[in-house]
Nanobody, 126 residues
Framework: QVQLVESGGGSVQAGGSLRLSCAASTDRFTVFEDHMLAWFRQAPGREREGIAVISRQERANYGDSVAGRFTNSKDNAKNVLYLEMTNLKPEDTAVYYC?????????????????WGRGTQVTVSS
């Protein structure tokens, strides 16, 4: 069982930056080494959108809406996943979730993931 907890959300003006963190609570010390990890977001009235994934092989991939602005990274020793967000836009306003799955590769679809955090709110004002 893996429990995920996001933090770092908040309110920022357009053009600003935020860094989200996702910490794992688990009885397995190296869970982030052998799980596919991703960030999703969901705005009111919209479907959950996959925006960044990092594979067990450390390869990162991004959705078109955030490519070039967001960076996904992880610290395996600390079991922490990060999402560095720059040049934020009002359309980035959403609840952001981290997710993990023991199998799979480069998937940005919600049904690829078994474990989910509860989310953290990001609000970008114009």
């Amino acid at each position: 069982q893996v429990q995920l907890v996001e933090s770092g959300g908040g309110s920022v003006q357009a053009g600003g930056s935020l860094r989200l963190s996702c910490a794992a609570s688990t009885d397995r010390f190296t869970v982030f080494e052998d799980h596919m990890l991703a960030w999703f977001r969901q705005a009111p009235g919209r479907e959950r959108e996959g925006i960044a994934v990092i594979s067990r092989q450390e390869r990162a991939n991004y959705g078109d809406s955030v490519a070039g602005r967001f960076t996904n990274s992880k610290d395996n020793a600390k079991n922490v996943l990060y999402l560095e967000m720059t040049n934020l836009k009002p359309e980035d306003t959403a609840v952001y979730y981290c997710a993990a799955n023991p199998n799979g590769y480069n998937c940005l679809l919600p049904n690829c993931y078994r474990y989910w955090g509860r989310g953290t709110q990001v609000t970008v004002s114009s």
